[in-house]
């Protein structure tokens, strides 16, 4: 039986932002699998990084998004979008997030 090839065994970790783009649009792994024709174990490794995924699931993955290969994977680390919130020391749990103005439409001045 033939080994599956992870990340290690590639040389280069392929990092990406599945996890955050599946709960921004409330997908579960097994429909993000449907999606793409795989395995929901794989979307699982993919996001752990334990697996990188071919070319063509990469592009089948970008085009479910609706976004640019670069948008979703990576060579390097993603920043993390709440770097600013946070400080080193601070807990998740400390970080305010930033008001959001209400509406002024149909208000007149």
């Given at each position: 039986?033939?080994?599956?090839?992870?990340?290690?065994?590639?040389?280069?970790?392929?990092?990406?932002?599945?996890?955050?783009?599946?709960?921004?649009?409330?997908?579960?792994?097994?429909?993000?699998?449907?999606?793409?024709g795989v395995?929901?174990?794989?979307?699982?490794?993919l996001?752990?990084?334990d697996?990188?995924p071919?070319l063509?699931?990469?592009?089948r993955?970008?085009?479910?998004?609706?976004?640019?290969?670069?948008?979703?994977?990576?060579?390097?680390?993603?920043?993390?979008?709440?770097?600013?919130?946070?400080?080193s020391?601070?807990?998740?749990a400390?970080?305010?997030?930033?008001?959001?103005?209400?509406?002024t439409?149909?208000?007149?001045?």
């Amino acid at each position: 039986m033939r080994k599956a090839r992870t990340s290690e065994d590639q040389g280069i970790r392929i990092h990406n932002r599945l996890a955050m783009l599946r709960a921004e649009r409330g997908w579960s792994r097994r429909e993000l699998a449907e999606a793409t024709g795989v395995n929901y174990q794989t979307i699982g490794y993919l996001e752990r990084g334990d697996y990188n995924p071919s070319l063509e699931l990469v592009f089948r993955i970008c085009g479910i998004f609706g976004l640019p290969v670069e948008a979703v994977f990576s060579p390097r680390p993603f920043p993390r979008l709440s770097g600013d919130a946070l400080t080193s020391g601070d807990s998740p749990a400390a970080a305010t997030p930033h008001a959001i103005p209400a509406s002024t439409e149909g208000n007149t001045p």
